[in-house]
């Protein structure tokens, strides 16, 4: 609104009043009264105030993208370390890396050579890893289901906000509309005006011209009439 206000006041199309000028933040005060061609009427004419787009939405807050940001690679220990999973003799990790060297036996083979090599170290059991990877397999799954929460929060934040946004445009743009039909409107009332100005001067000037016309006629020939004499006797 500031913005067309200073156009139409540097066109000396307006004419603002105190208060307006005190809006302005600074516009220089009109010490001379507002002429145009548009005519009196046209000084005037104050457009409708635009709408204040702050309050229309057309700069929300922005989107918290920090928050929807979902954490990628995250080691394995450090969600362990956040569930709290103690440290066991025989981490689940280890016997997985055991079982890999087996590949190559069969399956009740494998078995078989754990069992062997858990019977011959009394510093840990397969419970042992049993409880780790299930601790594990629970922690993992906890932090998954965060995930998809955290997911399910983010998409719904989401959600809200192109709401918010899209009806904030909404109004913004209806109102701006509005307005820009009002300018328009006063702007071909001050066409017309013109027009209709500009109509009567001509009309007046050729009203004019062909008074001026028909008097010069009148007069000339009066002029010729009168000639008579001096041609008959003046000598």
């Known amino acids: 609104m500031k913005g067309i206000l200073k156009f139409l006041a540097a066109a000396k199309l307006v004419d603002l009043s105190d208060e307006e000028k005190m809006k302005l933040h600074g516009v220089e005060q009109v010490d001379e009264p507002i002429a145009t061609s548009l005519g009196s009427e046209a000084a005037s004419v104050n457009p409708p105030p635009l709408p204040d787009t702050s309050d229309a939405g057309t700069s929300p807050p922005p989107i918290n993208c920090a928050a929807a940001d979902v954490a990628e690679g995250k080691s394995f220990e450090n969600i362990f370390k956040s569930a709290q999973i103690p440290d066991s003799p025989f981490p689940a990790e280890r016997l997985l890396r055991l079982l890999d060297g087996l590949r190559a036996m069969d399956e009740a083979t494998r078995k078989a050579a754990v069992h ?14 049993i409880i780790d990877a299930q601790r594990k397999i629970t922690a993992l799954e906890d932090y998954q289901k965060a995930l998809e929460s955290q997911l399910t929060a983010n998409q719904q934040q989401v959600i809200t906000e192109v709401a918010d946004l899209k009806e904030a445009e909404e109004r913004a743009v209806t109102e701006i509309r509005k307005q820009i039909a009002e300018m328009e409107r006063l702007l071909a009332r001050e066409i017309q005006k013109t027009a209709e100005q500009i109509t009567n001067l001509e009309g007046g000037q050729k009203s004019a011209m062909e008074s001026c016309e028909r008097e010069v006629k009148r007069l000339q020939t009066e002029i010729e009439r009168l000639r008579e004499i001096p041609a008959q006797f003046s000598h």
Not at 116 to 129: F, L, R
């Open 116 to 129: 062997a090599m858990d019977a011959a170290d009394d510093n840990w059991t397969i419970d042992d890893s």
